[in-house]
Nanobody
Framework: QLQVVESGGGLVQPGGSLRLSCEAS????????IGWFRQAPGKKRERVAC???????VYTDDVMGRFTISKDNAKNTVYLQMNILNPDDTAVYYC?????????????????WGQGTQVTVSS
C-alpha cells in the first residue's frame, strides 16, 4: 500500500533548525519525485521544495538558501532540513508524491499526501 508519513515537526525558536522526514512505503523514492508543501492557517497550500527522479531540486524563493531537500534511498526517506527558521515558516508541512519522475513542483501535481506535521516557530 502506497504511503508517505511525515515526522520531525515541533516548536522551535526563531533562528533555529528542524529536520523533517518523509518515510515512503509501497514505492521507491529513488524513481519518483517527492515534494514538500506547507499550509499556514487561512492560506493556500504552497510549494516548499521538490526533488525529482534525477535528484534535481526546486525551492520556493522564501526558503532558498535556508532549506535543503534530500533523499536517502537506503532508508526510502526524503528529508527537509530547515535552518534559520522564522515565524513566517509556521505551518503544517506535508510531503507528497504522484508516482511520476518529473512532475511540476506544485500541489496540483501530486496525488498521494501524508497527514502532515506541524512546525511552529515562536519565541
Amino acid at each position: 500500500q502506497l504511503q508517505v508519513v511525515e515526522s520531525g515537526g515541533g516548536l522551535v525558536q526563531p533562528g533555529g533548525s528542524l529536520r523533517l522526514s518523509c518515510e515512503a512505503s509501497g514505492f521507491t523514492v529513488d524513481y519518483y519525485a517527492i515534494g514538500w508543501f506547507r499550509q499556514a492557517p487561512g492560506k493556500k497550500r504552497e510549494r516548499v521544495a521538490c526533488i525529482n527522479a534525477d535528484d534535481n531540486t526546486v525551492y520556493t524563493d522564501d526558503v532558498m538558501g535556508r532549506f535543503t531537500i534530500s533523499k536517502d534511498n537506503a532508508k526510502n526517506t526524503v528529508y527537509l532540513q530547515m535552518n534559520i527558521l522564522n515565524p513566517d515558516d509556521t505551518a503544517v508541512y506535508y510531503c507528497a508524491t504522484d508516482l511520476k519522475s518529473f512532475p511540476p513542483c506544485e500541489p496540483s501535481g501530486y496525488k498521494y499526501w501524508g497527514q502532515g506535521t506541524q512546525v511552529t516557530v515562536s519565541s
